[in-house]
């Protein structure tokens, strides 16, 4: 569904990463693990369209992504929940919802879209009135997932979903992932918690300085010394 081949991308003088290629299938959850400076966020944003490619190609179910602007890669069915959930704080959480039904395909099933998103987050809708601002961090996590959801993504991309989050709120946000996968949906993930993330995906890269060092499936990189040793601690 979602590929990247030999992509490079940086902040002026500086490059982030240097030929990153790796794939995602259809109903597949793929993690991107590795260390704070990695290149992490750096490759979500490339991929939404946020930030411009400087060599090689992405690619949605054959159309090409590169060079196309953030609102219209929304438009092709790619959905981003950002670092730090970037909800809007003085918006209900209904009013934070809806944001993510702005582009013309989502608008007409506004209400179809809430009530599903109120059916797999029920704490939602009992919060709906409520500020965003006001949230506990893991309802902020569901009101930035609900909210990429309203477009009804082909694939969804989670930026560091347990940053900042209490231990016991990260497993209830892994919880969700969980349940996002049991929907059918298709989910790039990339997360410093690497123990965690391993657990709810496929298959993962791990990225560091900005170039892919290793990949495999999730038992594999979970069984693999240097991962063990370097990124579990064990």
């Known amino acids: 569904m979602l590929q990247l081949a030999g992509v490079s991308a940086g902040y002026g003088s500086f490059q982030a990463l240097f030929d990153v290629s790796l794939d995602v299938g259809a109903g597949e959850a793929v993690g991107v693990i590795g260390p704070n400076g990695a290149g992490k966020t750096t490759l979500m944003r490339v991929i939404s369209g946020m930030l411009p490619v400087r060599e090689g190609r992405i690619d949605l179910e054959g159309r090409a992504l590169a060079g196309m ?16 959930r970037r909800l809007f704080p003085g918006l209900t959480v209904e009013e934070n919802l809806r944001m993510g039904a702005y582009i013309p395909s989502a608008r007409q099933h506004v209400r179809e879209r809430l009530e599903w998103v109120y059916e797999l987050f029920p704490r939602l809708k009992e919060r709906r009135d409520q500020t965003a601002g006001t949230l506990s961090g893991g309802e902020q996590q569901m009101c930035a997932i609900g909210r990429a959801l309203m477009s009804k993504p082909k694939i969804l991309l989670m930026d560091e ?74």
């Not at 602007?69 to 730090?84: D, L, T």
């Not at 790039?188 to 290793?214: F, P, S, T, W």
């Open 69 to 84: 602007p953030a609102h219209r890669v929304i438009g092709e069915g790619i959905a981003h929940v950002p670092e730090n």
């Open 161 to 234: 979903p347990s940053a900042g989050l209490a231990p016991l709120v990260v497993q209830q946000v892994f919880g969700l992932v969980r349940r996002i996968r049991e929907e059918g949906f298709t989910v790039l993930i990339v997360e410093q918690n690497v123990q965690q993330v391993l657990e709810v995906v496929d298959r993962a890269y791990l990225l560091e300085v900005g170039r892919i060092r290793l990949s495999g499936s999730s038992e594999e990189l979970k069984n693999n010394d240097f991962v063990r040793q370097a990124y579990m601690g064990i």
